[in-house]
């Protein structure tokens, strides 16, 4: 049933020494910020933000266009030192770009670039202007390391940068409490997840040290995986993808990401939609050898991919905050990710990750656009008719809306397409049914989206809407671009039985396999039939019903009763987490302060203290201050040391 | 006939005196001459074990005591008329200035 992943191709290196400077030029752009962005001023913190990460992508699509138009398989690496090496364990700074890892730093450095341009005219009043551009150039330099590393250890490093990225920029505007804490529960919630990466790396560790390896390279983990004991590989891919779901907001860690909108909008862009959450995606592809020899692993990554698709969906149907849909449909997209995972298709995972990279990205800016140009109203029920004002902001807007939705023709469509297809051909007909019903509803909250804010009448304060304006050139033009690749990007990826002959997955097949559908052509004609009218109906029924304004939430709420008011409120997982975890956690810590801090750390500390006080006390007695009495101390010590001596001297001669 | 033990026993009693006097007089001169009497006592000890050894070390380590007593006494004496100038007694025991 399956469809077996062919092998992977033998790599074939070539060595560089140019792809240090992809993640080392962001970082030198942190110390320019940090050391002269405030005395510079905006102009030259802007320029050299952005011109920082032009240099990466330069680089990035140097080695892009070498991996490409060289054999099949080739790998460039650069070497740069060894790191670390302690008894058989060996970790090297080496960064290495393959077919896979390529897509990954054009995407990131590619969007990256667009978004950074944005963020110039979005930021434009913001006082920490360096601060927020030392914090964003940091960022992608800690995601290059994570995509260019070629070991887990140093992909560790850029795993954690990234996310200390991610607080910093959620938390930017730290002197509003509500902000800040949801930049510490994002770091929180990644913590755990963190763990559980660790934790796989040292089983992976501790199982390939007993086959005589004493690296933990991607090249050298995908290739031994097959021998490893079966529970080390078991083990080894779950824990790992704990790590994934932190990072990448699956169930159960998603709830991060929801809250994470509280950052500046162009970071939500960049960092929750179109980078740093895929690093799961990416990390479970770059280990694809080691996912299958766990098949339970991969099933488990199917199954919460899958419902993580289905259940944000839902919830993505009833939020009225512009940036909370979005959230939710990143959540809910990266699960379709994690699902074509799930089903071997790692090709089209990362297919998806790219034109998501693109559309969601977009569609971020553009809210972010409309928020700007509205002047911070993020509640769509108080928006519409925008259309009027913003006329490219909307022009592109729709476009990602009918790219995600899943349209004939743009990209969401060959990606999700693809997914849908590898699981209903690798027989998981409940995955894939999963991901046609969140197709659809997809379709239909992001059509609701699209029209309560873009059409009808303007249903908020008058004064907004009369200094509503079209956002700069630099804000537009991104748009334009990324619009621009949410159409076309898809058409990498043509499937075969539409004329193509999906040259994106080929290009992939040496870093993760090639994975064969083996359907009829009729079949997939079919399915592609199927999700395709499931997006259409989901856009249909959002027009009609919202084309009446937000009041159409009411027929959903009398349809759906209670159901309705639990997806409004997101299933209330945070209550149930804070009634399962947090308050546990805490009623335990409060009766540990008050047993073993309180009576047996400080009884510790303190009976120590006391001890020494009363013995002090006692002591001091003896320190009168008149030297007669000293005298008679001297004198008597003296005395009883020659009468010791004296007696034992007699003792020994008696003896 | 009296020999090396009367000496060093009449030296033990003088170094008694001394030391008593030493911790019970209250006044600072007192306590001053009786150290120098047992300074003088731990003399008579080493000239009586000279003797009796026939070694001129003993003798010689008297010479060393006679001239640090010296010093001592000038020392001394300056400290107790400086005391009495601060302090108008020169009771030992209104004078316990090493507590605070």
Redesign the interface.
């Given at each position: 049933m399956h469809a077996a992943a062919t092998e992977v191709t033998a790599s074939l290196p070539i060595a560089v020494s140019y792809l240090r400077y992809i993640p080392l030029a962001p970082l030198v752009g942190v110390l320019f910020h940090v050391a002269l962005g405030y005395r510079l001023g905006r102009r030259a913190v802007g320029l050299v933000a952005c011109a920082a990460v032009a240099v990466s992508f330069a680089l990035a699509a140097k080695a892009f266009l070498t991996v490409l138009g060289s054999a099949a398989g080739t790998v460039v690496t650069d070497n740069v030192y060894q790191w670390l090496s302690s008894g058989e364990f060996t970790a090297n700074v080496t960064f290495s770009v393959d077919a896979l890892s390529s897509v990954m730093i054009m995407v990131v450095t590619g969007v990256g670039f667009l978004i950074h341009l944005y963020s110039i005219g979005y930021m434009a009043h913001e006082e920490d202007y360096a601060r927020f551009f030392a914090y964003l150039n940091l960022f992608t330099a800690a995601m290059l390391v994570l995509v260019l590393a070629d070991n887990l250890p140093l992909m560790f490093v850029g795993w954690e940068g990234v996310g200390l990225c991610s607080y910093l920029l959620i938390g930017f505007w730290y002197t509003d409490p509500e902000k800040a804490s949801a930049g510490k529960k994002a770091f929180l919630v990644n913590r755990i997840g963190d763990a559980g990466f660790v934790l796989g790396a040292f089983t992976i560790f501790w199982a390939l040290v007993d086959l005589g390896q004493g690296s933990l390279t991607f090249a050298t983990i995908n290739a031994r995986a097959a021998e490893l004991p079966a529970w080390a590989s078991l083990a080894g891919a779950l824990l790992l993808f704990v790590g994934a779901t932190g990072k990448s907001a699956q169930i159960p860690l998603y709830v991060w990401l929801p809250d994470a909108m509280a950052g500046p909008t162009p970071v939500s862009a960049l960092i929750h939609a179109a980078t740093m959450v895929t690093a799961g995606v990416y990390m479970v592809a770059r280990l694809h050898g080691l996912f299958e020899a766990a098949p339970a692993a991969l099933q488990v990554v199917g199954i919460v991919g899958a419902a993580t698709a289905l259940l944000a969906a839902t919830i993505g149907i009833a939020q009225t905050d512009i940036k909370k849909v979005l959230a939710y449909s990143t959540v809910s997209q990266l699960g379709y990710m994690f699902l074509a995972l799930g089903v071997g298709a790692y090709g089209a995972g990362i297919f998806h990750v790219m034109t998501h990279a693109f559309f969601k990205a977009l569609l971020f800016l553009g809210a972010g656009s409309v928020i700007h140009g509205l002047h911070d109203e993020q509640d769509i029920r108080r928006m519409g008719g925008v259309a009027q004002k913003m006329p490219i902001t909307h022009a592109t807007f729709a476009l990602g809306v009918l790219a995600i939705a899943g349209v004939p023709g743009l990209s969401g469509f060959f990606s999700k397409d693809e997914i849908l297809a590898s699981a209903y051909a690798g027989g998981h007909f409940g995955l894939w049914i999963c991901g046609v019903l969140g197709a659809s509803i997809t379709a239909f909250y992001m059509t609701r989206l699209y029209v309560l804010t873009f059409r009808g009448k303007f249903r908020g304060d008058h004064h907004k809407w009369d200094h509503a304006h079209e956002s700069p050139i630099q804000m537009t033009l991104p748009l334009m671009v990324l619009a621009a690749l949410a159409v076309v990007g898809g058409y990498v990826g043509v499937p075969e039985v539409l004329g193509g002959n999906n040259a994106f997955a080929e290009y992939l097949a040496p870093s993760v396999g090639h994975h064969q559908l083996g359907l009829a052509a009729g079949t997939e004609l079919m399915l592609m039939g199927i999700s395709v009218a499931a997006a259409l109906t989901g856009i249909g029924l959002a027009w009609v019903m919202y084309s009446k304004g937000p009041d159409a939430d009411l027929i959903l709420k009398n349809k759906l009763g209670g159901l309705y008011q639990q997806m409004r409120e997101a299933y209330n997982i945070d209550a149930v987490y804070d009634a399962l975890v947090v308050q546990p956690l805490m009623r335990a810590s409060d009766a540990l302060w008050h047993s073993v801090d309180v009576r047996v750390i400080d009884g510790v500390a303190n009976g120590t203290a006391a001890a020494v006080n009363s013995a002090g006390e006692g002591w001091r007695r003896w320190s009168t201050g008149n030297v007669q009495h000293y005298m008679l101390t001297v004198l008597v010590g003296v005395a009883a040391l020659i009468l010791a001596l004296t007696l034992s001297s007699l003792i020994g001669v008696a003896g | 006939m009296i020999g090396t033990v009367h000496y060093l026993a009449l030296s033990a009693v003088l170094f008694s005196i001394g030391?008593v006097g030493?911790?019970?007089r209250r006044n600072v001169i007192i306590?001053f001459m009786s150290i120098e009497l047992m300074l003088n006592a731990a003399n008579l000890a080493f000239v009586a074990g000279s003797n009796s050894l026939g070694s001129m070390n003993g003798q010689s380590i008297v010479f060393f005591v006679m001239t640090v007593a010296a010093a001592e006494a000038a020392v001394g004496l300056a400290v107790i008329l400086a005391l009495f100038r601060n302090r108008q007694t020169v009771a030992?025991?209104e004078?316990?200035?090493?507590?605070w």
């Open positions: - | 030391a030493a911790v019970v306590i030992a025991d004078i316990a200035l090493l507590k």
